[in-house]
């Protein structure tokens, strides 16, 4: 079986969650016999005419092309549906003939990679790993920092979400209560409606052609539900190795508690939320202690607002990134991890992954990270953005005996990665089957 994986972005340059799954994908693939190919954008120049440049490279033995994007000129559309991207997909189908294209997310490669895959009868499929279908932003989070709790009926309320980024917007809009938004949709919120009206219908009709659309949570699927016939659409967990992380000891109470954060260094995931919560906390025992695992190069300003939080406060530290394979060692180093984002995550690797190793995780009450941490079973929920109720939950750690190790025996391991490839392969095996069938009775 010959797969493409399509991406926006891969190791070792990025490393959040789609690119990590995506590069896990490839290798269990190529462990199971399938040929692989993965297809990435590596970087984007405003400087360089509009156009792209495919470099081939090979990471860990993984085939990748990584594509250079130049922007200077491109045309409107070009993050949702770029022709430059559509057209080398097109042909690169057309000389390896993939069995199956797997699309990750969106965000960046486009609908491109669905059209290309229709007009060379390949079969698609589509992970999603986050809103990019149905929010510009992606996150479902405003550009004040609020939740969407679902896409308005009116875009130009999108469009005005997408001036909140800009502090000359941001700042007239908290001022007035909200007025300059409605002020500003009524005057000049035509533009922006027709713009995002054709985004909106150009990636809900790629979407729609999709043979099949995978939902790691069933949250995110709720979500879908209304835009692909039920055929379409199936959740499928996530699953972990567990040979690498079943090994690590169980945590066990002592006169330090060892909180982690462990991913992506970015204002949605709430760090500094978590910071402020623990230094809030009275004086006592045990003493906690919090490490902040991840690249912080990646927002550098973000980055500086966290170093400020943290002060002088000698508990809190950043140890930077780490590679996935030192995984299990980050892990044995803490005792609770905390996943505390303030957007509707999907299916957080970090949450699996920390229930792998047995350890309870604290969690936002929200989306897909509710879904997988039971409440009093093997973590605790907090109110979403509220850095109060997670000082509580914290407090309770230390306060309350035995609470540790009851969450702790509360785990039930996640998925393994075999179960999910397993039910990934048949879903792969069934496309083909069936468009054998149809290319069979048609003839």
């Known amino acids: 079986m010959r797969i493409l994986l ?7 340059r990025y490393s959040a969650g789609a690119e990590l799954y995506t590069m ?176 909106r219908e150009t990636l809900r009709q790629a979407l729609s052609q999709a043979d099949l659309v995978i939902s790691p949570s069933h949250f995110l699927a709720s979500l879908f539900s209304d835009l692909l016939a039920p055929e379409q659409l199936r959740v499928l967990r996530i699953g972990i190795d567990h040979s690498r992380l079943s090994s690590i000891r169980p945590v066990q109470a002592g006169p330090i508690l060892r909180l982690g954060y462990i991913g992506q260094i970015a204002p949605h995931k709430g760090i500094h939320l978590l910071i402020m919560a623990l230094k809030s906390l009275p004086r006592g025992e045990p003493t906690v202690e919090l490490t902040i695992f991840g690249n912080t190069g990646q927002h550098p300003t973000y980055t500086r607002h966290l170093r400020q939080l943290i002060g002088d406060n000698p508990h809190i530290h950043l140890a930077g990134k780490f590679s996935h394979d030192q995984l299990p060692e980050v892990l044995s180093k803490v005792d609770v991890v905390v996943v505390p984002s303030l957007w509707y995550e999907n299916s957080p690797l970090s949450i699996l992954e920390a229930h792998a190793a047995g350890r309870p995780v604290i969690t936002a009450r929200l989306g897909g990270m509710a879904e997988l941490v039971r409440d009093n079973v093997d973590g605790l929920h907090f109110t979403p953005n509220d850095r109060r109720d997670l000082a509580r939950q914290l407090q309770r750690l230390r306060s309350e005996k035995g609470l540790l190790e009851r969450l702790q025996q509360g785990i039930q391991p996640p998925p393994s990665i075999d179960d999910e490839m397993k039910m990934l392969i048949q879903h792969y095996t069934a496309l083909l089957e069936r468009r054998a069938s149809i290319r069979g009775q048609s003839q």
């Open 24 to 199: 896990r994908l490839a290798r269990e693939l190529l462990r199971r016999g399938c040929e692989v190919e993965v297809v990435c954008v590596e970087t984007l120049d405003p400087d360089q005419a509009f156009g792209l440049r495919a470099e081939r490279d090979r990471y860990e033995g993984i085939p990748v092309w990584r594509l250079h994007l130049g922007l200077r000129d491109a045309p409107a559309h070009w993050s949702y549906a770029n022709p430059a991207i559509e057209a080398w997909l097109s042909e690169r189908m057309r000389v390896w003939q993939p069995d199956i294209m797997h699309l990750h997310s969106g965000y960046l490669i486009g609908v491109g990679a669905l059209t290309a895959a229709r007009e060379q009868g390949i079969i698609s499929v589509v992970t999603l790993h986050d809103y990019w279908f149905l929010c510009p932003r992606i996150t479902l989070l405003r550009g004040d920092g609020s939740l969407c709790h679902q896409p308005p009926a009116d875009l130009a309320e999108c469009a005005w979400c997408l001036q909140l980024d800009q502090r000359r917007y941001r700042l007239p809009e908290q001022i007035s209560g909200g007025l300059a938004g409605k002020a500003w949709i009524a005057l000049a919120g035509h533009a922006g409606r027709a713009a995002l009206r054709e985004r």
């Open 6 to 12: 399509t991406v926006h972005h891969f190791p070792p």
